[in-house]
């Protein structure tokens, strides 16, 4: 089947080390999102891109940084992890064509505890 | 900027019981309205969606009208299940991204 999947899907790292968090996606779409998760806030997005050669802020940007580095990957990185950095960050992706509807489908997260 | 108010959880039902989650919204425009559910330990999937005014979402039972006069997508079902324990989010949308809730924990028990 077509998915969303991220690697990795739980990491506890120390202050200031930098993580990589990656994206991979079979459905070949052109969006892809990074947003994180936590308890009682929602979601919050941090960057996206339309393409390859387009990336967004979103909400939350500071302190992360991303890379497209094909159609189908996405990564998001911490470069000096802060312990208010710990949550679940999901990242997602939907089909240009269908931009006005806007269904994003959703990978299974990633738990990141900073310590 | 645009914001999503639903009602705080959790919301504790018993099996069979009517559900209402509140979701309303402000918006330049008008956006597409969408309901994404979250299963323990999952990440989010696409409940239902409207597109424009008066257009009702339905899927698995649930229920949600957009109201333009109110900009309300409030999400109904008749009847819970256990299984439909999750946590439901509210998101409208424009043409670049959604704008998430914070979300509302729906606890049904036996």
Redesign the interface.
């Known amino acids: 089947d077509a998915d969303?999947t991220q690697t990795p899907r739980n990491r506890i790292t120390k202050t200031g080390k930098r993580i990589m968090l990656e994206c991979s996606q079979t459905k070949g779409h052109d969006r892809m999102?990074w947003?994180r998760q936590d308890p009682?806030?929602?979601?919050?997005?941090i960057y996206?891109s339309f393409d390859v050669k387009d990336i967004n802020k979103?909400e939350i940007s500071d302190g992360y940084s991303v890379s497209r580095q094909a159609q189908a990957k996405f990564s998001l990185s911490l470069e000096s992890a802060i312990p208010n950095q710990t949550a679940l960050y999901?990242c997602?992706t939907s089909d240009d064509r269908a931009?006005?509807?806007?269904?994003?489908?959703?990978?299974?997260?990633t738990r990141l505890t900073v310590l | 900027g645009d914001s999503v108010t639903q009602m705080e959880g959790p919301v504790t039902l018993s099996e069979e019981a009517f559900l209402t989650i509140n979701c309303t919204y402000t918006a330049t425009g008008y956006p597409s309205l969408f309901w994404y559910v979250q299963y323990p330990g999952e990440g989010l999937q696409l409940l239902l969606k409207a597109t424009k005014a008066d257009d009702k979402g339905s899927n698995k039972g649930f229920e949600a009208t957009y109201r333009k006069e109110t900009t309300s997508f409030h999400l109904e079902k008749g009847s819970v299940q256990v299984s439909d324990s999750a946590v439901y989010f509210c998101a409208p949308g424009g043409p670049d991204k959604l704008i998430f809730g914070t979300g509302t924990r729906l606890q049904v028990f036996p």
Not at chain 1, 40 to 45: C, F, P
Not at chain 1, 99 to 109: I, L, V
């Open positions: 969303v999102y947003y009682g806030l929602g979601l919050r997005l996206y979103g999901f997602a931009s006005s509807y806007n269904e994003q489908f959703f990978g299974p997260g």
